[in-house]
């Protein structure tokens, strides 16, 4: 090409997880990193849920939190929600591949506010009508929390959903609906949100559910 510049990709191995913040006022008020949970396509990889809280070192927790300071200044971020994927690699390095200044997807609202403690939805809008926000601090939290998105291999109209009943779960399609295999995100039949006192049992309490979710599809 006749281009005066060239990109150089670098490829990276390591161990992705999530970041949510909050910034007002110029204040990094939250800040909570989550892991994720996975599904594999035919094609890819998708996030299919997040959990909180997420277990590392100290050291490794400012460093996530140095970079999550240096992408909101770098993007001159301000009163608004951050989102942002990582990489960790083996020895603990840490390189940011996304960061933008909105609230992230597949559940995190929902696990931060059962996790925090309160309405991250009220909060931004509150955030949005000029209102000064608080947060509670993480280290008097209790719980641990997760999302899990639902998915059906298969596509077809819906005859039915069976799954674990002792879990907060919401469903975005009725039966007689057409329902689409899954591929990306997009194509999810419903959410669960899983809380537990302790991070063993919510690992526990999420196989569990994903085991009892049977998709029933009309018969041709």
């Known amino acids: 090409t006749n281009a005066d510049h060239m990109i150089v990709e670098k490829y990276i191995s390591g161990r992705e997880i999530g970041i949510d913040a909050f910034v007002q006022g110029g204040k990094l008020k939250f800040f909570l990193p989550h ?3 996975v599904y594999q396509t035919k094609r890819t990889c998708i996030p299919m849920g997040h959990i909180c809280p997420i277990e590392m ?3 490794l927790y400012d460093e996530l939190y140095h970079q999550t300071k240096l992408a909101i200044e ?49 909060i931004m809008l509150q955030n949005s009508l000029g209102e000064c926000v608080e947060f509670p601090e993480e280290q008097d939290l209790k719980c641990a929390v ?5 998915f059906s291999k298969s596509s077809g109209k819906l005859e039915s ?45 999420i196989d569990s559910f994903k085991r009892s979710v049977i998709v029933t599809l009309a018969k041709e």
């Open 35 to 37: 892991d994720k949970l």
């Open 57 to 59: 070192s100290n050291t």
């Open 74 to 122: 770098a993007l001159s971020l301000d009163n608004c929600a951050v989102n942002m994927d990582v990489f960790i690699t083996e020895d603990n390095h840490v390189f940011v591949i996304e960061a933008t200044g909105r609230c992230g997807a597949t559940g995190i609202p929902e696990v931060i506010s059962e996790y925090m403690g309160i309405d991250y939805y009220q």
């Open 146 to 150: 997760a999302s899990v998105l639902l």
């Open 161 to 205: 959903i069976e799954c674990d009943t002792d879990v907060s779960v919401t469903f975005d399609y009725q039966k007689g609906q057409t329902i689409h295999g899954v591929e990306n995100g997009t194509d999810r039949i419903g959410m669960a949100i899983i809380k537990s006192e302790s991070f063993t049992d919510l690992v526990a309490r």
